[in-house]
């Protein structure tokens, strides 16, 4: 059974709006996965490890994203909102290694 929905007072939306730009941030991690497989044969095993970096980082916002948005929710009626520095860092760090990856990649 599905919990009900929570309500907030915020007329903006905040904290849908942070939902909605979280799974496009999930369906971008999908398409650079796909578009990765063109280089595998190419790269090898560097590429299936990046695919697989950006499936891990796209499974783990689809996962949490139910959590992130009821956090966010009571936050706003609590009035008192938490940033999420720990997601924020840790898809920082995972782009980084990414980037940095496919310029090896590029430049090699």
Do not use: C, K, N
């Not at 095993?45 to 009571?74: C, D, K, W």
């Amino acid at each position: 059974m599905t919990p009900p929905p929570l309500i907030h007072g915020d007329p903006g939306l905040q904290p849908e709006r942070t939902t909605l730009a979280w799974t496009r941030t999930t369906v971008s991690f999908a398409v650079s996965s796909a578009i990765l497989l063109r280089w595998l044969p190419h790269y090898g095993v560097l590429v299936v490890t990046l695919i697989l970096l950006l499936v891990a980082m796209a499974l783990g916002i689809y996962l949490s994203q139910t959590a992130r948005h009821r956090a966010a929710v009571q936050g706003l009626v609590a009035g008192r909102v938490r940033a999420q520095v720990g997601v924020v860092a840790l898809m920082t760090a995972g782009m980084i290694v990414f980037g940095v990856a496919g310029l090896f990649l590029i430049l090699s």
